[in-house]
């Protein structure tokens, strides 16, 4: 069995170095003004994507620029300018949306290789196939298809890549083509300025009259009913006291699914990661990385694919809205029971920003707080590592009990832990949620 490539956000310099050390095969990158990362983008400019190449390449790894904005004529023009200065910087391929630009590059940069955006909504065989003819080397499959229908259109397009979401975020609307952003605020999603409004909580008010100043709270629970259809169930509105959130669905997690997408032969998984921090990413690669090379490695001995319960384990730490396999599992994957869910597992406790051999101690950025009594491990690019503290100093050098969020401070094991990477680079340690 041929291993898929793992593709992880890059949001800046930072998060693309996290992202290779713990497994990642690929990163993508939004282009400066151009993509629909352009809200929250660490590459400000043509040097910081030079930079993120060359490292990229260094490692033998792959950097796909994502330049898929939706243009309106006022755009074309800068757009085709910058795509030409980008291309120019030799990333392994674009990814793009509109059809006219994917049209324009095959004639103007015809040895680019082209990844068809998620935001074109690639939903069937026949349309792939529109696109392969057109000279799309890759497709981002539309996060609204069943397990199914990706495997039917791999089966119709054996020589055409496949890369389909297997874990984050999941837009209520088409994969992101929303105008709920543009209507409240006035930012448009498909130009790379989406402020989440679909994310936000809301709450509804009676109001004794059009435009007062006086609105009035409901109380009690409400519901949405279809006028046209009574005999339908009504939708509940589950509210709490921060308010509703009827249009933010949990999140993916096809951790499930992996040996079935294994199975089909798709070529990447791509993790979504927008403004997420470098612990989460590095939890997230981590998992999914421990997943593929251990389903690869039991095709080869010929054994059944199963994921392993420290993949879950993985998972457990990191935050989100509640997790579900979206649509790879059946037809309705929206669930609105609620927009957070603490990480059950644990939490991250901070971020190691070096390590002392001598003194068995690491230079730790606080990120949650954590006491000498918590069981940590100590999450590596190689593995989780349980880990024992001998003692601890505040960011004053005194003796301390507990650390707090937003210092520096200095963590003493009670041993040498095996596997620790020189001067403990990209390594966190992780609280678990119960103590010794």
Same mark, same amino acid.
């Given at each position: 069995?041929?291993?898929?490539?793992?593709?992880?956000?890059?949001?800046?310099?930072?998060?693309?170095?996290?992202?290779?050390?713990?497994?990642?095969?690929?990163?993508?990158?939004?282009?400066?003004?151009?993509? /629909?990362?352009?809200?929250?983008?660490?590459?400000?400019?043509?040097?910081?994507?030079?930079?993120?190449?060359?490292?990229? &390449?260094?490692?033998?790894?792959?950097?796909? /620029?994502?330049?898929?904005?939706?243009?309106?004529? $006022?755009?074309?023009?800068?757009?085709?300018?910058? +795509?030409?200065?980008?291309?120019? %910087?030799?990333?392994?391929?674009?990814?793009?949306?509109?059809?006219?630009?994917?049209?324009?590059?095959?004639?103007?940069?015809?040895?680019?290789?082209?990844? =068809?955006?998620?935001?074109?909504?690639?939903?069937?065989?026949?349309?792939?196939?529109?696109?392969?003819? /057109?000279? $799309?080397?890759?497709?981002?499959?539309?996060?609204?298809?069943?397990?199914?229908?990706? +495997? *039917?259109?791999? *089966?119709?397009?054996?020589? /055409? @890549? +496949?890369?389909?979401?297997?874990?984050?975020?999941?837009?209520?609307?088409?994969?992101?083509?929303?105008?709920?952003?543009?209507?409240?605020?006035?930012?448009?999603?498909?130009?790379?300025?989406?402020?989440?409004?679909?994310?936000?909580?809301?709450?509804?008010?009676?109001?004794?009259?059009?435009?007062?100043?006086?609105?009035? @709270?409901?109380?009690?629970?409400?519901?949405?009913?279809?006028?046209?259809?009574?005999?339908?169930?009504?939708?509940?509105?589950?509210?709490?006291?921060?308010?509703?959130?009827?249009?933010?669905?949990?999140?993916?997690?096809?951790?499930?699914?992996?040996?079935?997408? #294994? #199975?089909?032969?798709?070529?990447?998984?791509?993790?979504?990661?927008?403004?997420?921090?470098?612990?989460? =990413?590095?939890? $997230?690669?981590?998992?999914?990385?421990?997943?593929?090379?251990?389903?690869?490695?039991?095709?080869?001995?010929?054994?059944? %694919?199963?994921?392993?319960?420290?993949?879950? &384990?993985?998972?457990?730490?990191?935050?989100?809205?509640?997790?579900?396999?979206?649509? %790879?599992?059946?037809? %309705?994957?929206?669930?609105? @029971?609620?927009? &957070?869910?603490?990480?059950?597992?644990?939490?991250?406790?901070?971020?190691?920003?070096?390590?002392?051999?001598?003194?068995?101690?690491?230079?730790?950025?606080?990120?949650?707080?954590?006491?000498?009594?918590?069981?940590?491990?100590?999450?590596?690019?190689?593995?989780?590592?349980?880990?024992?503290?001998?003692?601890?100093?505040?960011?004053?050098?005194?003796?301390?009990?507990?650390?707090?969020?937003?210092? @520096?401070?200095? $963590?003493? +094991?009670?041993?040498?832990?095996?596997?620790?990477?020189?001067?403990?680079?990209?390594?966190?340690?992780?609280?678990?949620?119960?103590?010794?």
């Amino acid at each position: 069995m041929r291993k898929p490539e793992l593709l992880a956000p890059a949001g800046d310099l930072t998060r693309m170095k996290y992202a290779f050390a713990y497994g990642a095969d690929a990163v993508y990158a939004g282009q400066p003004a151009f993509s /629909l990362r352009a809200r929250e983008n660490g590459f400000k400019n043509l040097d910081d994507l030079a930079e993120g190449i060359a490292y990229a &390449h260094r490692l033998g790894k792959k950097f796909y /620029l994502t330049s898929n904005v939706i243009p309106r004529n $006022v755009k074309v023009e800068a757009f085709q300018k910058a +795509l030409l200065s980008a291309v120019e %910087l030799k990333p392994d391929a674009l990814i793009v949306a509109d059809p006219g630009f994917v049209g324009w590059l095959r004639e103007t940069c015809p040895d680019v290789e082209i990844h =068809l955006s998620v935001q074109a909504n690639t939903t069937n065989y026949l349309a792939a196939k529109f696109w392969q003819n /057109l000279g $799309v080397a890759r497709i981002i499959l539309s996060r609204e298809l069943r397990l199914s229908e990706i +495997l *039917e259109i791999k *089966e119709r397009c054996p020589d /055409l @890549e +496949l890369e389909v979401f297997v874990h984050g975020a999941v837009c209520m609307s088409m994969s992101g083509r929303c105008m709920l952003s543009n209507w409240v605020t006035r930012r448009d999603a498909n130009q790379g300025a989406c402020d989440n409004s679909c994310r936000m909580p809301y709450r509804l008010y009676a109001n004794p009259e059009p435009q007062c100043e006086n609105y009035q @709270e409901h109380e009690g629970s409400f519901s949405l009913q279809r006028t046209d259809r009574p005999e339908l169930d009504p939708i509940a509105l589950d509210e709490d006291t921060w308010g509703t959130y009827f249009m933010s669905s949990r999140d993916l997690c096809a951790m499930d699914v992996i040996p079935d997408l #294994m #199975m089909a032969g798709l070529d990447s998984f791509k993790i979504e990661g927008r403004t997420k921090s470098v612990y989460y =990413l590095s939890q $997230v690669v981590h998992a999914y990385r421990m997943a593929i090379d251990a389903c690869a490695a039991q095709a080869a001995a010929g054994k059944p %694919l199963e994921i392993p319960e420290e993949c879950r &384990h993985a998972i457990s730490f990191v935050d989100g809205r509640g997790f579900m396999p979206g649509f %790879l599992r059946g037809p %309705l994957p929206q669930n609105y @029971e609620s927009t &957070h869910e603490d990480a059950p597992g644990g939490c991250v406790a901070a971020q190691v920003l070096s390590y002392d051999a001598s003194l068995k101690a690491c230079r730790v950025n606080v990120k949650n707080s954590f006491s000498l009594d918590d069981r940590l491990e100590l999450l590596t690019p190689s593995g989780q590592i349980p880990c024992e503290l001998a003692s601890m100093k505040n960011f004053k050098g005194e003796d301390a009990d507990r650390l707090h969020p937003g210092t @520096e401070g200095w $963590v003493f +094991l009670s041993e040498d832990v095996k596997g620790l990477p020189e001067n403990a680079t990209f390594c966190f340690f992780v609280r678990q949620n119960f103590k010794k």
